[in-house]
């Protein structure tokens, strides 16, 4: 077992070991077997790091999908289940967090260009200048990323509202917004802060 590291679950170190293996082959009963054991613990961690429910959830759904398709890489001689599961949730938390705090810098940027714009003339024209090529570059965007960076940003959607609105799971519109606004930088142009 790692050092400092107490296994909440009810499972020993070879049971675990053993639905690692099974899950590995891709046996969904052993994978209900350790998100079940090990679900409780995995949330609470991750809402320890991101101190946000929802992210604690995306979180936990993250870490589990690693587990599914990473299940071979688990190294008993390393560590056991409990473990790995715990560096699994910290990196998924640290990555969560980090891709909130691009969004939010990228929402802070563009609601402060906005506000930065002012009435006259020739700033009016360049403000329609770059709308123009903001739309255009939209509209090169496929219709599901558009639909949900316009949710999102033009009517401040939140994604969970962004998710309900077009009936998709809250993760497939937040790869959707990251990938759009990725595509959306290059093709009009690095925003400040961004």
């Known amino acids: 077992m790692a050092e400092g590291f107490t296994d909440p679950g009810s499972l020993s170190s070879v049971e675990a070991n053993n639905l690692?293996?099974?899950?590995?082959q891709q046996d969904r009963n052993a994978f209900a077997t350790v998100v079940s054991e090990y679900g409780s613990f995995?949330?609470?961690?991750?809402?320890?790091?991101?101190?946000?429910?929802?992210?604690?959830?995306?979180?936990?759904?993250?870490?589990?999908?690693?587990l599914w398709t990473?299940?071979?890489?688990?190294?008993?001689?390393?560590?056991n289940?409990?473990?790995?599961?715990?560096?699994?949730?910290?990196?998924?938390?640290?990555?969560?967090?980090?891709?909130?705090?691009?969004?939010?810098?990228i929402a802070t940027s563009m609601k402060q260009q906005l506000a930065a714009v002012s009435p006259t003339v020739g700033k009016e024209m360049e403000r329609k200048e770059r709308q123009s090529e903001v739309r255009a570059a939209l509209?090169?965007?496929?219709?599901?990323?558009?639909?949900?960076?316009?949710?999102?940003?033009?009517?401040?959607?939140?994604?969970v509202e962004v998710a309900e609105r077009l009936g998709e799971p809250e993760g497939t519109v937040k790869s959707r917004i990251r990938r759009g606004l990725?595509?959306?930088?290059?093709?009009?142009g690095e925003i400040d802060g961004i």
Request: net charge positive; glycine share 4%.
């Open 81 to 105: 289940l409990f473990a790995w599961l715990t560096i699994l949730t910290r990196n998924a938390s640290i990555d969560h967090l980090r891709v909130e705090g691009r969004h939010a810098r």
């Open 42 to 66: 995995v949330y609470s961690r991750a809402l320890k790091l991101t101190q946000n429910p929802q992210a604690a959830e995306d979180v936990a759904q993250v870490v589990f999908s690693n």
């Open 182 to 188: 990725q595509q959306l930088a290059r093709l009009v």
């Open 20 to 24: 690692v293996r099974r899950v590995a």
């Open 139 to 159: 509209d090169q965007l496929g219709e599901s990323q558009r639909k949900a960076i316009e949710l999102a940003y033009f009517e401040g959607l939140t994604y």
């Open 70 to 79: 990473k299940a071979a890489q688990f190294d008993a001689q390393r560590g």
